[in-house]
C-alpha cells in the first residue's frame, strides 16, 4: 500500500502480501458484519452493516491506492476520513461493530507515521470511550478503562513495531552497502590482479625476448659486417638466439619455470649466459662459483637468473666493457650474485630504465636485497643477495 510493483525488487512476494492484507481486511469486515447481525436489531442494524460494506468500495478504489509518506499524501487523509465516517456511523448504531479496528488499527499505522498513527487510534475508539462513560454504574468505568488501556497499548505496540521495522530497514541499507563495498573489493582486487600479471609479463617479456631479440639483431649486423667465416658463425649464434627466445616464449605462455633452468642447474645457466657474453661480445669474461651448490627454492633460481640476465645485457648494450665477471655464492642462507664490468659506468643519480627497475621490484618480491655501485667512467658492480 505504500509502494507501487514497480518500485519493489520481488514483485512476486509483495504481490502475496497485498492478497494477504486484502484477505485480512475481508475477514475482519466478515466478522463485523456477522457480530452486528447477531448483536444488532432494526434499523440501527441495517445502518450499521451498510457501513460496513461500504468499506469495501471505499477501500478498493481509494485505500489500495494510499501511500504512506511525509508529508501524509491526500489520497492517505481522504481514505482515512473516509474511513472514519463510516466507522463512527456503524459504531452509534452498533457498537459491536468496533471489531473491524482489527483491521484499520494496523491499516493505519501503515500509512501513518506512529504520532499520527496514535491519533487516528485514538480517533477510531472515541465512540466506544464516550458510550463507556457514559454508561451506568462501575461497568461503565470498567469499559472506559479498558479502551483507554486498549489505546495506549496499541500506540505502544504500533511504535515497537515501528522500531522493528526501522531497525529491518536499516540492516537491509547496511546489507545493501556491504554486498556493494564487496563487489568494489572484488573489482578492485580483479583490476589489481590484472595489472600485477601486466607487470609480470612485462618485466618477463623485457628480461627474457626483448633481450634475445636485441641479442639476434646484434649478431646479424655483426655478420653483415664480419669476413664469410665470422659471418657464418654469428648467424649460427643468432639462430640458437632465437630458438632459445622461441623455447622462452613457449614457457612464457605456458607458465612454466625459465626455459634456461629446464634440465640444468642455476650455475650452469649463469655460466652459459657468461660464455654467450664473451663470444657475442670479444669482452674477457670470467665466471666463479664458491660455496656448495645446492637446489634453491625455484622462485630464487628465477630471481637470480632474471637479474643475471639483465645486468649482462646491460654490459653487453649500454657498458662498452673489455672485461665482465660474474660471481654465485652459495650462503647458508642464501645465494648472492655479483655481476661486475670496466665499462662507461653510469650515474646512480639519474638511475631510470625498466629493467633495472624491474630487478629491484623481482628482488623486493624474494624478500632479498639489490645494490648497485657505479660512477661514470668507472665500471659497474650489481649485488643481489635473496633468501634460500
Known sequence: MSETLSHVPDQHAWTRGVLMRDAYYGLALAGSVAAVWITGAGTGRAVSIAALCALVPWYLLVGRGARRGSPVPARTVCYLFGVLALLMTAQLTVLASSMVLFALVPQSFMLLPVGWGVLALAAFNAVPLVEAVGAPGPGGVVTAGVVVLGVVFGAWFAWWIQRIIEQSRERADLLAQLAATR??????????????????????????????????????????????????????????????????????????????????????????????????????????????????????????????????????????????????????????????????GFDLTALTGFGLAGMRERVAQAGGRLTIRSAPGSGTVLTVEAPA
Open 183 to 344: 563487489e568494489e573489493l572484488a573489482e578492485s582486487q580483479r583490476r589489481a590482479g590484472m595489472l600485477a600479471e601486466r607487470q609480470r609479463l612485462a618485466m618477463e617479456i623485457h628480461d627474457t625476448l626483448a633481450q634475445g631479440f636485441t641479442s639476434i639483431l646484434m649478431l646479424l649486423d655483426a655478420a653483415d659486417a664480419a669476413p664469410p667465416e665470422q659471418a657464418r658463425a654469428h648467424r649460427e649464434r643468432a639462430a640458437r638466439a632465437a630458438r632459445e627466445n622461441l623455447a622462452e616464449a613457449r614457457a612464457l605462455v605456458c607458465a612454466q619455470p625459465p626455459a634456461a633452468l629446464a634440465g640444468s642447474s642455476l650455475p650452469d645457466a649463469l655460466r652459459r649466459l657468461v660464455d654467450r657474453l664473451g663470444e657475442e661480445t670479444g669482452a674477457a669474461t670470467s665466471w666463479e662459483l664458491a660455496g656448495e651448490p645446492r637446489r634453491l627454492p625455484a622462485g630464487t633460481e628465477v630471481v637470480v637468473l632474471r637479474c643475471a640476465q639483465e645486468a649482462l645485457a646491460n654490459v653487453r648494450r649500454h657498458a662498452g666493457a673489455a672485461r665482465a665477471a660474474l660471481c654465485l655464492r652459495y650462503l647458508p642462507d642464501g645465494v648472492r650474485l655479483e655481476v661486475s664490468d670496466d665499462g662507461a
